[in-house]
């Protein structure tokens, strides 16, 4: 029996959505622990991660909306989307670098105060490539739909950039005595951020093939696509 299949977004669109939920992971790591902590710790913990909570929850809420994938959606809509979604982790990691800059550094920890600088330079540098990524959305063209594709899908390697970046920016933060306060911090510590779509591994592989070229991809129409798309489907169906 032929099965009718659903329309989905092209490719290198999907490959994007596969990508973006990934590039937000310092805030899903931040409960990482160590063995022990002090009064001192958790106090300045507490003035970290008392005012992050609400971005934290706002940024999870913009992963997990990235990673979805919404059938029938418009080019125009999943624009307006991906762009309030990366505005929302802009300001999150915005956030973050204020509720460390004014904490101050982490107490009785040698090279705290160099740690803590670096962070909020990190955090800030995070924040204004977001920023970027949002305004090259923003400036993409919708009316049409496989140049508008393609444009997404040279999002990725940044937004991996940016993964990489967010990652590092806390992971001194997250070891040891400092880890321990951190994680003890329920606005901190219950991030365990929402699972985003299958593929959204968070791995360089979720990104789209670089032997792909991205001029024949853009070249084919999206009605030529999507059709290609829907036969793949119905073949994948018949043959189960």
Known sequence: MRHTARRRPPRRTRAV???LPAALTLLTAAGCAGDDNTEELNAWAQQVCEPAAQPIADANAALADMG???DGEQPAELQKRLSTDLGKLAAANTALAEALEMAGPPP????GAELQTQAVTELRQVAEGYDNAQSRIDELDTSDQAAFAQGLGELPDDIQD???LSRSALEDLQTG???QAIASQPGCASVAG???SPSASGSPSAAPSSSASPAAEASASPEQSGAEEEAAEDDAQ???
């Open 162 to 164: 940016l993964n990489r």
């Open 194 to 196: 929402p699972e985003a």
């Open 177 to 179: 005595e400092t880890g």
């Open 238 to 240: 018949n043959t189960e």
């Open 108 to 111: 009785e920890v040698e090279g």
């Open 17 to 19: 959505l596969a990508v």
């Open 68 to 70: 979805a994938v919404k």
